[in-house]
Each structure stands twice: as C-alpha cells, then as structure tokens.
C-alpha cells in the first residue's frame, strides 16, 4: 500500500496578508533595537574564532514580557498554520524572538533550525518563522532561499514564512541597505 500525504499538507507557507502593520513592524526593531546586541554566531573555524563564512549578522534577544501583544498573535497565527498545513504535534512557543539586522554584505549560509540529537533541544523545533520588519526598498538582495537553490521568497514588510525547522534554508546576502527581521522557533515533542 503507497500512502501519499494529504494535498492539504505544506512544509513552506507565506502569509498573504501582513501580521503586522508598518507602524508595527517599527515598534519591533525598536524593541529590538533596544535589547543587548551581539554578533550572531555560527560555528568556529580552525583558528579558533567565529566563522565568519557562515553568518554574518547582528542579533538581539525580545523578552516576552516585553513584546506580549506580538507574542500572543504569532502564537495564535502559528497554531492555526500548523493545523491548516503542518499537523504537527503539541505545538507551542518555545524561544524568545530573535531580531536580526543584515548590514549590507550580511548573509547566512546554508542551515537547518534543528538539531538531530533531540536531548538538546527539549522540546524539538519544528516550525520556524521569519517576519520582514523592514520596508522593500529599504535593502536590496537579502531574500530568504528554502531547500535549494532557486526556491526563493522575499516577503514583504509585515509578512511571514513558516517552515519545517528541518527544512534547509538561507539568508542570502544583502547587497544594499539594511534588512531586519524577527525570527521565532517553535516547538513539541519528538517526532514519532
């Protein structure tokens, strides 16, 4: 017996409408902006210092108390993805929102958003997001690829992509400008 998925099922799904207004998104990297920023890092090269041909990128961390209203929508958005297109497990927030500013000649290469050994990550990602906080014409390039070359989306100002953490994907370089985006995870129980 072959089983196929149900047509209704998708790994990858934009947002056709925005999450959030302009004046929103504003008051994100404001948010953002005011948090402890640091470089984001992603591996060590043999020299013993951060590998700069993965990622290049400043990241800062929003604490829930200080973003609810956002929170609570994304959530809310989230569950209802997962049960129009995922259908994964006991999902629920689990990780602080992540903003991220690229400054031109920012990128982040090839990755996946979860780990393998699922010890080190109770619970296990399994949905990720990405939100465009920046207007179009404020960067240039800076795109998100999904699975392969090719597959590229460029979401606009207020909108989102959720995906399978497993789904390999990349921040392609910004050629112009400054892209800034607010990334979340969300999690479950391992897959059964």
Known sequence: MIVTEPKWKAYIVTTNEPVFTPEQCQ??????????????QVGINKNGEVDLKKRTSD???IPFDKAIPMYSLIEELMLKINNNHFGFEGMKLTEQAQYTEYQSGGFYDWHVDNDVVF???????????TLALSPDDEYEGGGLELMENGK?????QGHAIFFASFCRHRAVEVTRGVRRSLVMWFGGPPFK
């Not at 010890?119 to 997001?129: A, C, D, L, N, Q």
């Not at 590229?152 to 606009?156: A, D, I, L, T, Y």
């Open 27 to 40: 008051e994100i990297i404001k948010i953002g902006r005011e948090q402890p920023k640091q470089n984001a």
């Open 59 to 61: 990241i800062s961390w």
């Open 119 to 129: 010890e080190k990550e109770p619970p296990v990602r399994k949905i990720s997001m």
């Open 152 to 156: 590229f989306v460029r979401p606009k």
